[in-house]
């Protein structure tokens, strides 16, 4: 990530022009994301590389959902050159290269309803405190095999947690995403099949937030691209089928400061820091108002259901991978030190989610009177209702219609986003809803026409 004034961009700028006419490339895509996560992309003939470098590209975003009405539809992309990659599955003779964006308007201020922008500001307001927000999302999705039409699909293998098999088409896809990410500057951790047939995981190596959002929106593009060179298809839908686990996004914290992990602290018996406690406590408070945000389609309230490995309860502990945030084992290794928050799925805009994360936790941090809840390692997935309130454990919303009404309400919510942003995700997401809500589904045929 790099701003528009910083004085480097223009050094960086040329190594990429001469990089681009060392290797012939012909063409250049320009890439952001709307209000959904949905990423956008245009063509620009690389010989103009050094007007859009410098003067970013117009185009009209009354048609790109959270870009703003007809009157005020004109944009202006400009390129981020920290993010020039070549794509790699694109032949020598008719290489492509992408970037991606940070959108302005016409006179030339930042759009303020970019997601990007909405967690570079929020980036920011941490490093004003001396903070630097590193992350990592374990990426789950299914690969499916296309069915007889073009609306059913089924689980392109009955495989489950770990297994292998040399000669499987999922593992040579798996080890095909994982060349491209290397080719793309994307350092691969782990990369195996999940627990559902069908399922898969792709691990990637932690970094700074906008550069990890970035990141998680390559890897999406990867990830689909190699399954359709298969004649299958890869989603990122959170829970796609009934019965079977779905796929969240579980995304890896720490919070650095003056060069160390601020989350690790060797007097403490578990070597986590007031620091760390306090980051679980405001991610614990603003949990059910940022839940939209996290899990943000209707179809991820599916996957929100006890006993689908899917948190559903607004607690923390250690190990226990049944609260909504743990504190896995990291050895004692003071750089490893991390709290996982487990309700996030892939169907999100990233820079959203982790722009979210950041100021909840961050305002655990800032503040003086933050109430740090007491750590549970018990399965609260078999607590009763008693137990919840003796506990004072709530649930998450039940539907994104209950998240969307706490995001409404937020105040907190509003700040991060700023107004327009704060709309603009709103009613994205209450037309979504209502076209989710007013669907009558094959189930409720089977299940009540005969009967009634």
């Given at each position: 990530?790099?701003?528009?004034?910083?004085?480097?961009?223009?050094?960086i700028?040329?190594?990429v022009?001469?990089?681009?006419?060392e290797?012939d490339?012909?063409?250049?895509?320009?890439?952001?994301?709307?209000?959904h996560?949905?990423i956008?992309?245009f063509?620009?003939?690389a010989?103009?590389?050094?007007?859009?470098l410098?003067?970013?590209?117009?185009?009209?975003?009354?048609?790109?959902?959270?870009?703003?009405?007809i009157?005020?539809?004109?944009?202006?992309?400009?390129p981020?050159p920290?993010?020039?990659?070549?794509?790699p599955?694109?032949?020598?003779?008719?290489?492509?290269a992408?970037f991606?964006?940070?959108?302005?308007?016409?006179?030339?201020?930042?759009?303020?309803g970019?997601?990007?922008?909405?967690?570079?500001?929020t980036m920011k307001?941490?490093?004003?405190?001396g903070?630097?927000?590193f992350?990592?999302?374990?990426?789950?999705?299914?690969?499916?095999?296309?069915?007889?039409?073009?609306?059913?699909?089924a689980?392109s293998?009955?495989?489950?947690?770990?297994?292998y098999?040399?000669?499987?088409?999922?593992e040579?896809?798996?080890?095909?995403?994982?060349?491209?990410?290397?080719?793309?500057?994307?350092?691969i951790?782990?990369?195996?099949?999940?627990?559902?047939?069908?399922?898969?995981?792709?691990?990637?190596?932690?970094?700074?937030?906008?550069?990890?959002a970035?990141?998680?929106n390559?890897?999406?593009?990867?990830?689909?691209t190699?399954?359709?060179?298969?004649?299958?298809?890869?989603t990122?839908?959170?829970?796609?089928?009934?019965?079977?686990n779905?796929?969240g996004?579980?995304?890896?914290q720490?919070?650095?400061?003056?060069?160390?992990n601020?989350?690790?602290?060797?007097?403490?018996?578990q070597?986590?820091?007031p620091?760390?406690?306090?980051?679980?406590?405001?991610?614990?408070?603003?949990a059910?108002e940022?839940?939209a945000?996290l899990?943000?389609?209707p179809?991820?309230?599916?996957?929100?259901?006890?006993?689908?490995?899917?948190?559903?309860?607004?607690?923390?502990?250690?190990?226990?991978?049944?609260?909504l945030?743990?504190v896995?084992?990291?050895?004692?290794?003071?750089?490893a030190?991390?709290?996982?928050?487990r309700?996030?799925?892939?169907?999100g805009?990233?820079?959203?989610?982790?722009?979210?994360?950041?100021?909840?936790?961050?305002e655990?941090?800032?503040?003086?009177?933050v109430?740090?809840?007491?750590?549970?390692?018990?399965?609260?997935?078999?607590?009763s209702?008693?137990?919840?309130?003796?506990?004072?454990?709530i649930?998450?919303?039940?539907?994104?219609?209950?998240?969307?009404?706490?995001?409404?309400k937020?105040?907190f919510m509003?700040?991060?986003?700023g107004e327009?942003?704060?709309?603009?995700?709103?009613?994205?997401k209450y037309?979504?809803?209502?076209?989710?809500r007013?669907?009558?589904?094959?189930?409720?045929r089977?299940?009540?026409?005969?009967?009634?």
């Open positions: 990530m790099i701003e528009k004034n910083d004085p480097k961009r223009k050094e700028c040329e190594k022009i001469e990089t681009v006419k290797k490339i012909k063409f250049i895509r320009l890439q952001f994301t709307d209000v996560g949905i956008k992309s063509g620009i003939n010989k103009r590389i050094e007007d859009f410098n003067d970013g590209e117009a185009f009209d975003g009354s048609s790109i959902t959270g870009y703003g009405a009157e005020e539809s004109d944009k202006v992309a400009i981020d920290t993010t020039f990659q070549i794509i599955w694109r032949k020598e003779d008719s290489s492509v992408r991606f964006c940070d959108i302005y308007e016409p006179l030339g201020g930042r759009y303020v970019d997601p990007r922008y909405i967690l570079q500001k307001k941490a490093a004003e405190h903070f630097n927000y992350c990592a999302p374990e990426m789950e999705f299914f690969i499916l095999r296309q069915g007889e039409t073009t609306d059913i699909f689980p293998d009955m495989r489950g947690y770990f297994d098999d040399p000669f499987d088409v999922n040579k896809i798996r080890r095909t995403i994982a060349e491209y990410c290397e080719a793309m500057g994307i350092e951790e782990a990369l195996h099949h999940e627990v559902a047939v069908g399922q898969h995981e792709v691990d990637f190596k932690y970094g700074s937030a906008c550069d990890t970035d990141n998680t390559t890897i999406k593009m990867i990830i689909k190699v399954a359709a060179q298969h004649d299958m298809m890869a990122f839908m959170p829970k796609p089928f009934s019965g079977i779905g796929s996004m579980h995304v890896h720490s919070l650095w400061q003056n060069g160390s601020a989350f690790y602290d060797d007097s403490d018996p070597k986590i820091s620091t760390m406690k306090k980051w679980i406590a405001g991610q614990l408070k603003h059910r940022m839940c945000v899990s943000s389609w179809n991820s309230y599916k996957r929100l259901v006890p006993g689908y490995e899917a948190p559903v309860y607004v607690a923390w502990g250690f190990i226990n991978r049944s609260p945030i743990r896995p084992n990291f050895m004692e290794k003071p750089n030190a991390r709290c996982e928050i309700c996030p799925d892939p169907s805009n990233p820079y959203l989610q982790l722009a979210v994360l950041l100021a909840a936790g961050l655990g941090v800032l503040s003086d009177n109430e740090i809840p007491e750590s549970t390692d018990k399965n609260v997935y078999h607590f209702t008693k137990d919840m309130k003796k506990a004072g454990i649930a998450l919303p039940g539907n994104l219609s209950e998240a969307l009404a706490e995001f409404e937020s105040e509003k700040e991060v986003f327009l942003a704060f709309k603009n995700f709103l009613y994205a037309e979504e809803n209502d076209a989710f007013i669907n009558v589904s094959q189930w409720e089977s299940r009540y026409i005969a009967k009634l």
